[in-house]
């Protein structure tokens, strides 16, 4: 089985990120951290099995070339509810009702990363990845 273990993004502030993430996935957990000779401050929070790695450097841009990052979720309304109580507005909600086996929304965190959020509202891969909708 391949699943992806990691991604790292450079970001002007790992406190940005990792507030919008604690906001956003409680259940992601800060798994180690620290500084390194050459390249700065990093963190990598996630679960036991995989994570996000951020690096921080001064002046940072979201890179132009990643669309955004995709995080399952259980309960997308849990998510969206959590995030406007912190003042998070969802940057694109028009794939939130479009699929009869997902829900889908976007966020973007203080470091102008884009985050989409997808509930599955099926257990079987066929509908889940039904793309004719």
């Known amino acids: ?5 990691h991604i790292h993004v450079d970001v002007d502030s790992i406190a ?3 507030h919008f993430l604690q906001i956003a996935l409680p259940d992601l957990a800060r798994r180690g951290g620290g500084h390194a000779d ?5 963190v990598h929070i996630g679960s036991e099995s995989s994570y996000i790695a951020l690096t921080e450097v001064a002046g940072a841009n ?3 070339e990643l669309r955004h990052i995709g995080m399952q979720v ?3 309304e849990s998510v969206m509810g959590r995030l406007a109580a912190a003042g998070f507005e969802a940057a694109d909600i028009s794939s939130l009702d479009t699929h ?3 829900r889908r929304v976007y966020y973007v965190d203080g470091n102008g990363l884009d985050w989409e959020f997808i509930e599955y509202l099926s257990e ?3 509908q889940r990845n039904d793309y004719s909708h």
């Not at 050459?38 to 990093?42: K, R």
Request: glycine letters at 8%; zero cysteines; aromatic letters at 12%.
């Open 16 to 18: 940005k990120t990792e």
């Open 74 to 76: 259980d309960d997308i």
């Open 100 to 102: 009869p086996f997902r």
């Open 124 to 126: 079987d891969p066929t």
């Open 38 to 42: 050459g390249y700065g401050n990093w």
């Open 62 to 64: 979201a890179m132009p």
């Open 1 to 5: 089985m391949q699943l992806l273990e």
